[in-house]
């Protein structure tokens, strides 16, 4: 690619309202998506980045969108989806959300309370229905069976990379600065990337999405 490429970044947790005082959500702190932005426009990219509620400052990038849940999340990427020639799906989005919204704060009652789950939509699959750039990358945070599960995903959501991490390790992964991973791409190999900064795997990423991008 002779231009710059735009980059479609995705980071942080999504957040899912119950009442006006509650919601469902992750520990997700954004920290590897913003880190895949940054380095994308260090080097030159144009980045668009879509991120969910995250106390850390968003990196200086060329748009950045804040938004609440997967839904919003859902417009902002299939708004942007045309644009885009990488798409960095790092945001940990609500795999469920809360049936209905109470307006009011839900009083405690006697006994328990059960809340009904509806499914959210892909992200990934509803975007690249839209237009599949040329490099789409998913990430897979698995508490087992990583490479195995995290190859159906790269099969299921046509992935050309993912980037796949075991959740259950100590002092990485979700809000740590460090994470240990796992590249697999659609040939079947697999990158292993040992514990190190969320900065050094956003280098190796965005190494990978160039060497995609030139062939
Ligand atoms: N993803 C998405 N939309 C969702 C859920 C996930 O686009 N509603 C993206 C994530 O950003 C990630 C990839 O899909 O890049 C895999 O997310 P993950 O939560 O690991 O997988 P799920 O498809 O949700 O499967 P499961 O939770 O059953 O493991």
Wanted: aromatic share 4%; net charge neutral; with cysteine.
């Amino acid at each position: 690619m002779n231009r710059k490429p735009t980059y479609l970044v995705t980071a942080g947790p999504t957040r899912e309202p119950v009442d006006p005082v509650r919601f469902i959500s992750n520990p997700s702190s954004g920290k590897m998506g913003f880190a895949v932005a940054r380095e994308a426009k260090r080097r030159g990219a144009r980045v668009i980045l879509i991120y969910g509620p995250a106390a850390l400052v968003p990196p200086r990038v060329d748009e950045a969108v804040g938004v609440r849940t997967a839904r919003d999340m859902m417009d902002a990427v299939t708004g942007f989806i045309g644009e885009a020639d990488v798409l960095v799906m790092a945001a940990a989005v609500c795999d469920y959300r809360p049936a209905g919204y109470s307006e009011n704060k839900i009083k405690k009652g006697a006994g328990g309370l059960t809340l009904e789950l509806v499914e959210n939509p892909d992200i990934l699959t509803e975007a690249c229905k839209v237009k599949r750039p040329c490099v789409v990358v998913g990430f897979a945070a698995e508490s087992g069976n990583l490479l195995e599960n995290a190859r159906v995903k790269l099969e299921k959501k046509h992935l050309d990379l993912i980037v796949a991490n075991d959740i259950t390790s100590p002092g990485m992964g979700f809000g740590s600065d460090y994470n240990a991973v796992a590249i697999l791409d659609r040939d079947g190999n697999v990158e292993n990337i040992d514990r190190t900064t969320k900065e050094e795997i956003a280098v190796r990423i965005i190494d990978r999405i160039e060497s995609l991008l030139a062939g």
